[in-house]
Protein backbone atom coordinates (compact mmCIF):
# COMPACT_ATOMS: atom_id res chain seq x y z
CA UNK A 1 0.00 0.00 0.00
CA UNK A 2 1.34 3.54 -0.57
CA UNK A 3 0.44 6.30 0.92
CA UNK A 4 0.35 10.32 -0.62
CA UNK A 5 1.57 12.94 1.61
CA UNK A 6 0.31 16.40 0.28
CA UNK A 7 1.82 19.72 2.27
CA UNK A 8 0.36 22.65 1.03
CA UNK A 9 2.88 25.84 1.55
CA UNK A 10 3.43 29.64 1.63
CA UNK A 11 6.45 31.45 2.85
CA UNK A 12 7.14 28.84 5.02
CA UNK A 13 11.23 28.87 5.06
CA UNK A 14 10.65 29.27 9.03
CA UNK A 15 9.19 25.55 9.39
CA UNK A 16 9.15 23.32 6.56
CA UNK A 17 12.25 21.58 6.87
CA UNK A 18 11.13 20.34 9.91
CA UNK A 19 8.39 18.59 8.18
CA UNK A 20 10.06 18.06 5.42
CA UNK A 21 12.24 15.55 7.56
CA UNK A 22 9.19 14.62 9.21
CA UNK A 23 8.39 12.45 6.20
CA UNK A 24 11.55 11.49 5.53
CA UNK A 25 12.05 9.78 8.67
CA UNK A 26 9.11 7.54 8.66
CA UNK A 27 9.83 3.95 7.80
CA UNK A 28 8.63 1.09 6.76
CA UNK A 29 5.98 2.70 4.62
CA UNK A 30 6.19 3.36 0.95
CA UNK A 31 5.54 6.63 0.54
CA UNK A 32 5.47 9.68 -2.42
CA UNK A 33 5.57 13.11 -0.44
CA UNK A 34 4.16 15.83 -2.96
CA UNK A 35 4.43 19.41 -1.51
CA UNK A 36 1.92 22.14 -3.33
CA UNK A 37 3.72 25.73 -2.65
CA UNK A 38 1.76 28.90 -3.43
CA UNK A 39 4.96 30.82 -5.12
CA UNK A 40 6.47 31.70 -1.93
CA UNK A 41 8.90 34.97 -2.33
CA UNK A 42 11.11 33.47 0.71
CA UNK A 43 13.62 30.86 0.91
CA UNK A 44 10.82 27.55 1.06
CA UNK A 45 11.95 26.89 -2.49
CA UNK A 46 15.13 26.79 -1.61
CA UNK A 47 14.47 24.22 0.99
CA UNK A 48 12.53 22.06 -1.34
CA UNK A 49 15.33 21.85 -3.68
CA UNK A 50 17.42 20.57 -1.25
CA UNK A 51 14.77 18.05 -0.26
CA UNK A 52 13.58 17.50 -4.36
CA UNK A 53 15.18 13.76 -3.99
CA UNK A 54 12.94 13.05 -1.06
CA UNK A 55 9.91 14.55 -2.97
CA UNK A 56 7.86 12.83 -5.13
CA UNK A 57 6.73 16.23 -6.93
CA UNK A 58 6.69 19.99 -5.87
CA UNK A 59 4.44 22.21 -7.54
CA UNK A 60 4.87 26.08 -6.97
CA UNK A 61 2.31 28.19 -8.94
CA UNK A 62 -0.41 30.84 -7.27
CA UNK A 63 -3.68 29.21 -6.28
CA UNK A 64 -7.00 30.32 -5.11
CA UNK A 65 -6.21 28.97 -1.67
CA UNK A 66 -5.57 26.64 1.01
CA UNK A 67 -8.28 23.95 -0.04
CA UNK A 68 -7.40 24.88 -3.71
CA UNK A 69 -3.57 23.54 -3.28
CA UNK A 70 -5.16 20.69 -1.09
CA UNK A 71 -6.87 20.02 -4.44
CA UNK A 72 -3.90 20.06 -6.73
CA UNK A 73 -2.18 17.57 -4.41
CA UNK A 74 -4.69 15.23 -4.76
CA UNK A 75 -4.57 15.23 -8.48
CA UNK A 76 -1.29 14.23 -8.34
CA UNK A 77 -1.00 11.94 -5.88
CA UNK A 78 -0.58 8.37 -6.70
CA UNK A 79 -1.05 6.51 -4.07
CA UNK A 80 -4.05 3.94 -2.34
CA UNK A 81 -4.52 6.61 0.72
CA UNK A 82 -3.62 10.29 0.87
CA UNK A 83 -3.54 12.04 4.07
CA UNK A 84 -2.11 16.20 4.31
CA UNK A 85 0.55 17.48 6.57
CA UNK A 86 0.54 21.23 7.00
CA UNK A 87 3.96 22.77 6.69
CA UNK A 88 4.57 23.59 10.07
CA UNK A 89 3.38 20.03 11.70
CA UNK A 90 5.51 16.95 11.88
CA UNK A 91 4.87 13.27 12.60
CA UNK A 92 4.55 12.19 16.05
CA UNK A 93 7.15 9.31 15.32
CA UNK A 94 8.82 7.44 12.53
CA UNK A 95 6.46 4.86 12.44
CA UNK A 96 3.06 6.65 11.92
CA UNK A 97 2.72 6.09 8.62
CA UNK A 98 3.65 2.36 8.29
CA UNK A 99 0.87 2.06 11.37
CA UNK A 100 -1.32 3.77 9.36
CA UNK A 101 -0.62 1.95 5.95
CA UNK A 102 -0.99 -1.69 7.36
CA UNK A 103 -3.95 -0.86 9.70
CA UNK A 104 -6.33 0.31 6.84
CA UNK A 105 -5.17 -2.38 4.62
CA UNK A 106 -5.86 -5.08 7.18
CA UNK A 107 -9.09 -3.94 8.17
CA UNK A 108 -9.86 -2.65 4.67
CA UNK A 109 -10.64 0.98 5.88
CA UNK A 110 -11.46 3.56 3.29
CA UNK A 111 -10.82 5.89 5.92
CA UNK A 112 -8.58 6.57 9.62
CA UNK A 113 -7.70 9.08 12.21
CA UNK A 114 -6.12 9.36 15.00
CA UNK A 115 -5.09 12.62 17.56
CA UNK A 116 -3.33 16.11 17.24
CA UNK A 117 -1.12 17.08 19.46
CA UNK A 118 -0.72 20.98 20.00
CA UNK A 119 2.94 22.89 21.08
CA UNK A 120 4.00 26.19 21.41
CA UNK A 121 6.97 26.91 18.75
CA UNK A 122 9.42 27.71 21.88
CA UNK A 123 8.01 24.36 23.83
CA UNK A 124 8.32 21.80 20.89
CA UNK A 125 8.50 18.92 23.60
CA UNK A 126 5.83 20.11 25.91
CA UNK A 127 2.24 19.45 24.46
CA UNK A 128 -0.69 22.11 25.43
CA UNK A 129 -3.40 20.74 23.86
CA UNK A 130 -4.17 16.80 22.79
CA UNK A 131 -6.96 16.82 20.13
CA UNK A 132 -8.68 14.08 20.66
CA UNK A 133 -10.69 12.35 17.75
CA UNK A 134 -12.63 9.96 20.05
CA UNK A 135 -15.28 11.90 20.35
CA UNK A 136 -16.18 12.07 16.68
CA UNK A 137 -18.82 9.96 15.03
CA UNK A 138 -20.59 10.88 11.83
CA UNK A 139 -23.95 11.69 13.91
CA UNK A 140 -21.80 14.46 15.89
CA UNK A 141 -20.99 16.38 12.43
CA UNK A 142 -23.78 18.53 13.28
CA UNK A 143 -22.51 19.42 16.52
CA UNK A 144 -19.25 20.97 14.68
CA UNK A 145 -16.87 17.78 15.57
CA UNK A 146 -14.54 16.22 13.09
CA UNK A 147 -11.91 13.98 12.90
CA UNK A 148 -8.62 15.86 13.40
CA UNK A 149 -7.96 16.31 9.92
CA UNK A 150 -4.33 16.33 10.15
CA UNK A 151 -4.57 13.06 11.63
CA UNK A 152 -6.65 11.38 8.52
CA UNK A 153 -6.09 9.12 6.15
CA UNK A 154 -8.67 8.56 2.99
CA UNK A 155 -8.33 6.29 0.37
CA UNK A 156 -8.11 7.84 -2.99
CA UNK A 157 -11.62 6.25 -4.58
CA UNK A 158 -13.47 8.50 -1.57
CA UNK A 159 -12.04 11.42 -3.17
CA UNK A 160 -12.84 10.64 -6.29
CA UNK A 161 -16.65 9.29 -5.26
CA UNK A 162 -17.23 12.42 -3.75
CA UNK A 163 -15.43 14.90 -5.27
CA UNK A 164 -12.72 17.48 -4.61
CA UNK A 165 -12.33 20.15 -1.68
CA UNK A 166 -14.29 23.48 -2.00
CA UNK A 167 -12.04 25.94 -2.53
CA UNK A 168 -14.37 28.69 -2.01
CA UNK A 169 -14.23 28.02 1.91
CA UNK A 170 -11.58 29.70 3.37
CA UNK A 171 -10.89 28.08 6.85
CA UNK A 172 -13.68 24.72 7.25
CA UNK A 173 -13.47 23.44 3.77
CA UNK A 174 -11.83 20.35 5.42
CA UNK A 175 -14.60 20.09 7.85
CA UNK A 176 -16.96 20.17 4.47
CA UNK A 177 -15.13 17.84 3.07
CA UNK A 178 -15.38 15.14 6.27
CA UNK A 179 -19.41 15.94 6.34
CA UNK A 180 -19.59 14.59 2.34
CA UNK A 181 -17.39 11.21 3.15
CA UNK A 182 -18.92 10.33 6.88
CA UNK A 183 -22.24 11.06 5.70
CA UNK A 184 -22.26 7.56 3.71
CA UNK A 185 -23.31 4.81 6.56
CA UNK A 186 -21.75 2.17 5.02
CA UNK A 187 -18.05 4.28 5.65
CA UNK A 188 -15.32 1.68 6.55
CA UNK A 189 -13.53 4.03 9.42
CA UNK A 190 -11.49 3.52 12.31
CA UNK A 191 -10.27 5.81 15.42
CA UNK A 192 -6.52 5.08 16.09
CA UNK A 193 -6.17 6.31 19.73
CA UNK A 194 -2.76 7.84 19.50
CA UNK A 195 -1.11 11.02 18.99
CA UNK A 196 -0.26 10.72 15.45
CA UNK A 197 0.77 14.52 14.37
CA UNK A 198 2.13 16.97 16.48
CA UNK A 199 0.58 20.40 15.27
CA UNK A 200 1.98 24.26 16.43
CA UNK A 201 -0.51 26.84 18.28
CA UNK A 202 -1.63 28.76 16.25
CA UNK A 203 -2.64 27.70 13.01
CA UNK A 204 -5.61 29.36 10.53
CA UNK A 205 -8.25 27.91 12.22
CA UNK A 206 -6.63 28.52 15.71
CA UNK A 207 -5.46 32.28 14.78
CA UNK A 208 -8.32 34.44 16.81
CA UNK A 209 -11.36 35.35 17.46
CA UNK A 210 -11.86 36.62 14.15
CA UNK A 211 -11.26 33.26 12.39
CA UNK A 212 -13.27 31.35 15.17
CA UNK A 213 -16.32 33.50 14.02
CA UNK A 214 -15.71 32.73 10.34
CA UNK A 215 -15.16 29.08 11.17
CA UNK A 216 -18.38 28.74 12.83
CA UNK A 217 -20.65 30.06 9.80
CA UNK A 218 -18.72 27.82 7.58
CA UNK A 219 -19.38 24.98 9.84
CA UNK A 220 -23.10 25.90 9.39
CA UNK A 221 -23.09 26.36 6.46
CA UNK A 222 -21.25 22.81 5.38
CA UNK A 223 -23.79 21.24 7.40
CA UNK A 224 -26.77 23.08 5.39
CA UNK A 225 -25.45 22.47 2.28
CA UNK A 226 -25.24 18.76 2.90
CA UNK A 227 -28.66 18.00 4.61
CA UNK A 228 -27.60 18.22 8.19
CA UNK A 229 -29.78 19.49 11.04
CA UNK A 230 -28.12 22.19 12.93
CA UNK A 231 -27.90 25.63 14.17
CA UNK A 232 -25.20 28.19 15.68
CA UNK A 233 -25.98 27.17 19.28
CA UNK A 234 -25.30 23.34 18.67
CA UNK A 235 -22.38 23.89 16.89
CA UNK A 236 -21.03 26.36 19.61
CA UNK A 237 -21.77 23.81 22.60
CA UNK A 238 -18.30 22.08 21.62
CA UNK A 239 -16.53 24.57 22.93
CA UNK A 240 -16.75 23.32 27.02
CA UNK A 241 -15.30 19.78 25.79
CA UNK A 242 -12.49 21.40 23.40
CA UNK A 243 -11.93 23.46 26.85
CA UNK A 244 -11.09 20.57 28.63
CA UNK A 245 -8.79 19.57 26.40
CA UNK A 246 -6.15 21.40 27.80
CA UNK A 247 -6.41 19.66 31.10
CA UNK A 248 -6.04 15.97 29.85
CA UNK A 249 -2.93 15.45 28.39
Not at 43 to 72: C, F, W
Not at 91 to 99: C, G
Request: net charge positive.
Amino acid sequence: MKLSIITVCFNSEQTIERTLQSVVRQRGAAVEHIVVDGASTDGTMDILEAYRRHLAQVISEPDHGIYDAMNKGVRAASGDVIGFLNSDDVYADADVLAKVGETMERHHLEALFGDVAFYRPERPERMVRRYSSARFRPDRIAWGWMPAHPALFVRREVFQNVGPFKPDYRIAGDFEFVARVFRRPDLRYRYLPEVLVKMRVGGVSTGGWRNTMLLNREVLRACKENGIPTNMLKILSKYPAKFLEYFRK
